[in-house]
Structures are given as C-alpha cells and as structure tokens.
C-alpha cells in the first residue's frame, strides 16, 4: 500500500478499536469526565459555546451545557454539505430537536451561530492533542477557520492513543478532558 492508502487503513483500524473501547466505559468514569469538563469550563460568562448531542457512547457534555447556558449562549453542530465546515445551531435545555445527518440530533428552529469556545467530540486522541473523529473531516475545517477559539476535546480514558495517525490537515487540540483530567498544551494555544 502508498502512503495514504496505508494511514487511511489505519485510521479506520483505530477508529474500531476506539469505538469498542469507547462502549466499554462505566457510568462513574462518564460522571467523572462531565465533572472535570464542568470545572474546566464553570468560569466561562458571555461567550458562544458549541457543545455536542452525544451519539452512540460519546462522553456526554450536556450536563456542563445546561450548566453553562444560564450565563452563555449554548449552540451544537450541524453537518450542512459533505466537505464543509460544521455550522452551529442556537440549543437550550428542552428545545425541540429533528435528527440531522450521520443520525445527530440538531434543533429545529435555533438561530446561526459563531462559536468562540468548541467542546469537540472524539473517537481517540493522543498526549499530543492528535484527535481521531469519524472520518467527516468536519471539525478539521471548522477549527482551521475558528482561530482563536477555546478548543477543549472530550473523551474517555479508554479512547486514549499512542499516537493518532496524522494527515497534513489535522488539528491538535489545545485542551483535552477524560475522567483522569484536564489536560493542556500551551504551545497549541
Ligand atoms: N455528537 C456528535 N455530533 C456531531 C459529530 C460528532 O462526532 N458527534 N460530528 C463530527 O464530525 C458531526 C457529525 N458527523 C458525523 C460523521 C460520521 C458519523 C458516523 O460515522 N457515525 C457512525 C456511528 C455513530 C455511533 O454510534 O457512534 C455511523 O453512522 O455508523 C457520525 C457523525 C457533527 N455533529
Ligand atoms: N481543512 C481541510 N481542508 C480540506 N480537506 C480536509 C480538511 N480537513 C480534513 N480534510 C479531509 O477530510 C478527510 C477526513 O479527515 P479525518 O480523517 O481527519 O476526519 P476526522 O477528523 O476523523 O472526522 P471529523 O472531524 O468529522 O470527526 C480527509 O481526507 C482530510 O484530508
């Protein structure tokens, strides 16, 4: 195999093992990532906030979005073409949702929004900040035109890497938080 056939084969190897591994986790490590992610964040007034709607056994940020939404806006994801960057959705607590693209629950009437702060979902990461999604490349676009932003990654100790494969356009996030910590990087930041 060339190169990229190779790393695109090895992605799709991790991302089995990272989904597997990500269904195994217990109810306490996932109460225990919220928390960390709550701490993290707790601080934040007056910003625009992307968090996600959980799918499958994605680590769950909605305790830390109800939490937030009293001093922020709160907005999620929403895949609007193949091959374009996310857009994001004005989201509150109870709001009616239709299911998108890839089976994501998205608002059906929230506002357009820019976010200044991403909580950005992951199948695996590394120390390194590398992140491994689902193969969308739809976060990679969206943070290369979202400079500036708070970018915090959430994830489960289990989804944790050596190394992620990386392709010239992956982003590395600056912030991790999995039920062990919050992990940062600051030359990412
Ligand atoms: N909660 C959440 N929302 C998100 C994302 C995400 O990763 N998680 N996305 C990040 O880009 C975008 C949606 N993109 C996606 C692209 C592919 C698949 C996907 O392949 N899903 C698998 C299995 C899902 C599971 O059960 O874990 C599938 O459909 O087979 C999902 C979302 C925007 N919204
Ligand atoms: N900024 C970009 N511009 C053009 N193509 C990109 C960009 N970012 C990623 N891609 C392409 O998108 C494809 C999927 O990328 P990748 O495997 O990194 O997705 P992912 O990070 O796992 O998915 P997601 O972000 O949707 O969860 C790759 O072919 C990659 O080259």
Known sequence: ????????????????????????????????????LYAR???????????????????????????????????VPVVTAKGAPLRFREWAPGCALETGAFGVSIPVDGGWRVPDVLIVPMLGFDAGGGRLGYGGGFYDRTLAGLRGALVVGLALEAQRMDAVPQERTDVRLPWIVTEAGVFGDETLR
Do not use: F
């Open 1 to 36: 195999m060339g190169g990229e056939a190779s790393l695109t084969a090895l992605k799709a190897q991790s991302r089995l093992a990272c989904h597997a591994a990500r269904d195994g986790v217990g109810l306490k490590a996932r109460a225990a990532a919220a928390t960390r």
């Open 41 to 75: 964040l707790m601080n934040l007034r007056g910003r625009t906030v992307a968090g996600y709607l959980p799918i499958g056994s994605e680590a769950d940020p909605r305790g830390t979005m109800r939490a937030l939404c009293r001093d922020n806006r709160i907005c």
